[in-house]
């Protein structure tokens, strides 16, 4: 019997769990600095007295099934590496978004919010969702196709209109507006001061003019880039996730910012837009049970 320690790394913390005999430990987080990574992987194989003989870990990055190295930590992840030093079987790597699309054979309907209905005539699925960067994942035609879609350049100028910004250069690429970072750049580049994405999402909640703006701009802007991966891919059904489009789901669901999809689109591919479901995806760990979900097609 396979028994794994499952890993998702995000930018300052990590969530784990054991599966253990068929049976998934609680999911734990902690934060930890990229010098500690491999000395915090050493100790919970060691409490878990050798049992383990795999490691899945998911991180935001470019995954060649080999290494992957970290967006937003100075860390190499090499499984090969991994694998030796641990003294394990296998050491498997998915990209974070890789992983949530990985997740969805873990899931229930529970799991989901419709924000948008719609009656998809095919299967394919584009996850998107804001958070320390932009997570874009495809699948199409049953194959999970990762991408580094929020490191791309030339949508970021005519986005920048939405928000009276114009040609501003600390906005190179599309994470750096379609995150929590780019929130807080936004409105000081917007507004001059200095605020966190926190504060600016709970301020709009609660109506502030400046702080409403950024949001409901910053939510504009990311259904005019789903539109475009949409038509792009075929994909006719959309499933937003992380923490950030969570917490906005009082301003997500409004009627205006549910029409951006119809708006923000060329009135010809509009039957596309009608046809398309969209979900919110409320679990709150993807990341680690879609670890779960890889190790066990292994």
Known sequence: MKNALLID?????????????????????EKISDEEFIPFLT??????????????????????????NLTNRNLLIDSSELKAKLNLKECLLLNDWEA????????????????????????????????TGL???????DQIIPTEFGNT?????????NFDLGDNKIFFSL???????????????KFGRKLSSEKIISSALKGDKDDFFIIENFLKALISIINDL????????????????NTL???LMTEKILNYFLSEINPKYSPLIERTQVDLLTEDEPGILGCLAFFKTK
């Open 43 to 68: 100790k919970l194989l060691e409490e878990e007295k050798n049992e383990i003989d795999y490691l899945v870990i998911a991180a935001a990055g470019p995954n060649d099934q080999r290494s992957i």
């Open 9 to 29: 790394l995000g930018g300052t913390n990590v969530r784990y769990a054991s599966f253990i005999k068929n049976t998934l430990s609680e999911i734990t987080k």
């Open 153 to 161: 350049f030339s949508p970021t100028r005519s986005m920048l209109e």
């Open 100 to 131: 949530v699309a990985q997740s969805l054979s873990e899931l229930n309907q529970e799991c989901f919010l419709p924000l948008k209905s719609g009656a998809p005539t095919s299967e394919n699925t584009l996850l998107i969702g804001p958070g």
């Open 135 to 141: 997570g874009v994942t495809l699948i199409i035609k």
């Open 249 to 251: 789901k009082p301003i």
């Open 230 to 245: 949409v038509l792009s891919f075929s994909c006719e059904k959309v499933i937003l996730g992380g923490s950030i489009l």
């Open 175 to 189: 994470e750096n507006i379609l995150s929590g970072p780019g929130i807080e750049k936004l409105y000081e580049e």
